[in-house]
Nanobody
Framework: QLQASGGGVGQAGGFLRLSCVAKGSIFRINDMGWYRRAPGKERELVASVARSGAANYADSVKGRFTISRDNAGNTVYLEMNRLKPEDTAVYYC???????????????????WGQGTQVTVSS
């Protein structure tokens, strides 16, 4: 129901863009976001955006990544600038009908997940 695209291989200092669209029987969506799981690590929040456009970012990506959304199209984007090798991970888009506010880093509160897309950053 969440279909992600983009990703692939990028170079350190470069740029990649991810997109994710909610399809099918998903109705009213409030918060949308991106998590990632690096090899040997747990899934972590990268960024989230409320329907209002208010965004949250992990400290590790602040100033480099930008999350945005198209409410009419139920689509969320992640623009990744100044890539670093440590950004290498599988990225998952996520969405919920809830308004999570400050609880966006509680993985159990998100309702819908995409299939994951690999991002690899070479040094």
């Amino acid at each position: 129901q969440l279909q992600a695209s983009g990703g692939g291989v990028g170079q350190a200092g470069g740029f990649l863009r991810l997109s994710c669209v909610a399809k099918g029987s998903i109705f009213r969506i409030n918060d949308m976001g991106w998590y990632r799981r690096a090899p040997g690590k747990e899934r972590e929040l990268v960024a989230s955006v409320a329907r209002s456009g208010a965004a949250n970012y992990a400290d590790s990506v602040k100033g480099r990544f930008t999350i945005s959304r198209d409410n009419a199209g139920n689509t969320v984007y992640l623009e990744m600038n100044r890539l670093k090798p440590e950004d290498t991970a599988v990225y998952y888009c996520t969405a919920t009908w809830k308004r999570l506010s400050h609880r966006v880093d509680d993985i159990n509160l998100w309702d819908y997940w995409g299939q994951g897309t690999q991002v690899t950053v070479s040094s």
